[in-house]
């Protein structure tokens, strides 16, 4: 009898002890990222539309999901409204909602899917820190703001309490994505630069009644730092194990604008440094290189012979010639 039981308690503590790595798989977390760390990391996206922004962070928290979903985009770009809508609803796709909301942005997609470490980065940020995420947004269109980069137009409506800079769209049933280089708008401008054409927007899509079933018209109570999806509250603490795809579009068009200098300026006590993109791969239209010639081997220099041996040479072969003939 004591035997059985001490057999059954090496048992249970053999399975305790093997569970624990599975329990560790998804009980850690990633490490806390600095404020300066964050503002880095949500600076391209930043000065997204508040709508807009809820659902990429809140999409970035999938990232195993976005390469698919970005092809998915890609292969339906151009449509309409209610035809992506029909087609979204048809397909029974896999997907969070959030994830399902950025299909009629394939560029939004494009962009979290060719950079899948910062996309991972960002939604393990947004899950463990999200207050901290939410104020480096605020960081950094404060910051956008004061430099006159940050300014309503005729696609977004710039407002908010003192503290918190919210983004809406201006026709709340279109959103338009802003393109822009995070080394320009979050720098001092030199003097006598435009700064109005620094933030460029493409074209608008409208969210028709199709697509609102999937979040759209909410965004962020920033006061208490909460993210409105789908008409509720946010909330996701659990991460899962995350594997990196590779994406890769055989024919891409992106419209991209020359990276400005990196003037190293500070501000107060932060200084901010965008992350910048990956040197391009060197061009190999030609890689023929011709071989450069061959050195040139200068033979030696004849050696003068002195007059002695000179003449000595001259009387023995006069002398061989001699006794040839008297052969």
């Given at each position: 009898?004591?035997?059985?039981?001490?057999?059954?308690?090496?048992?249970?503590?053999?399975?305790?002890?093997?569970?624990?790595?599975?329990?560790?798989?998804?009980?850690?977390?990633?490490?806390?990222?600095?404020?300066?760390?964050?503002d880095n990391?949500?600076?391209?996206?930043?000065?997204?539309?508040?709508?807009?922004?809820?659902?990429?962070?809140?999409?970035?928290?999938?990232?195993?999901?976005?390469?698919?979903?970005?092809?998915?985009?890609?292969?339906?770009?151009?449509?309409?409204?209610?035809?992506?809508?029909?087609?979204?609803?048809?397909?029974?796709?896999?997907?969070?909602?959030?994830?399902?909301?950025?299909?009629?942005?394939?560029?939004?997609?494009?962009?979290?899917?060719?950079?899948?470490?910062?996309?991972?980065?960002?939604?393990?940020?947004?899950?463990?820190?999200?207050?901290?995420?939410?104020?480096?947004?605020?960081?950094?269109?404060?910051?956008a703001e004061?430099?006159?980069?940050?300014?309503?137009?005729?696609?977004?409506?710039?407002?908010?309490?003192?503290?918190?800079?919210?983004?809406?769209?201006?026709?709340?049933?279109?959103?338009?994505?802003?393109?822009?280089?995070?080394?320009?708008?979050?720098?001092?401008?030199?003097?006598?630069?435009?700064?109005?054409?620094?933030?460029?927007?493409?074209?608008?899509?409208?969210?028709?009644?199709?697509?609102?079933?999937?979040?759209?018209?909410?965004?962020?109570?920033?006061?208490?730092?909460?993210?409105?999806?789908?008409?509720?509250?946010?909330?996701?603490?659990?991460?899962?194990?995350?594997?990196?795809?590779?994406?890769?579009?055989?024919?891409?068009?992106?419209?991209?604008?020359?990276?400005?200098?990196?003037?190293?300026?500070?501000?107060?006590?932060?200084?901010?440094?965008?992350?910048?993109?990956?040197?391009?791969?060197?061009?190999?239209?030609?890689?023929?290189?011709?071989?450069?010639?061959?050195?040139?081997?200068?033979?030696?220099?004849?050696?003068?012979?002195?007059?002695?041996?000179?003449?000595?040479?001259?009387d023995n072969?006069?002398?061989?010639?001699?006794?040839?003939?008297?052969?």
């Amino acid at each position: 009898m004591k035997l059985t039981n001490l057999i059954n308690k090496m048992n249970v503590a053999v399975l305790m002890v093997a569970a624990v790595p599975a329990m560790a798989q998804y009980s850690s977390q990633p490490p806390l990222l600095a404020p300066q760390e964050l503002d880095n990391l949500v600076s391209r996206i930043a000065l997204y539309p508040d709508p807009l922004l809820a659902q990429v962070l809140a999409a970035a928290t999938y990232p195993n999901d976005i390469p698919d979903a970005a092809r998915w985009a890609d292969d339906r770009r151009g449509m309409r409204s209610d035809d992506l809508a029909a087609a979204i609803n048809g397909s029974n796709l896999p997907w969070d909602a959030s994830i399902q909301a950025l299909l009629p942005f394939p560029e939004v997609l494009d962009t979290m899917a060719r950079d899948m470490n910062w996309t991972a980065r960002l939604g393990d940020a947004f899950m463990v820190q999200r207050d901290d995420v939410m104020d480096a947004v605020q960081r950094m269109r404060r910051m956008a703001e004061e430099y006159g980069y940050l300014r309503s137009n005729q696609q977004v409506r710039v407002s908010g309490d003192p503290g918190y800079i919210e983004i809406m769209p201006y026709d709340p049933a279109v959103i338009y994505v802003p393109v822009y280089d995070p080394y320009v708008v979050y720098a001092p401008p030199r003097p006598g630069v435009y700064v109005g054409g620094a933030i460029v927007f493409g074209r608008g899509f409208s969210i028709g009644f199709g697509l609102t079933r999937w979040g759209w018209g909410g965004g962020f109570d920033w006061r208490s730092h909460n993210v409105i999806v789908r008409e509720r509250v946010w909330d996701r603490r659990v991460s899962h194990p995350v594997t990196m795809p590779t994406y890769r579009r055989e024919t891409v068009v992106v419209e991209r604008h020359a990276p400005a200098v990196d003037r190293g300026w500070t501000r107060d006590e932060r200084s901010f440094r965008p992350t910048p993109a990956p040197a391009p791969a060197p061009r190999m239209e030609n890689s023929y290189r011709p071989a450069p010639p061959a050195a040139r081997v200068e033979s030696a220099p004849r050696r003068e012979m002195p007059r002695h041996e000179e003449s000595r040479g001259r009387d023995n072969g006069g002398a061989r010639e001699g006794r040839g003939r008297g052969h």
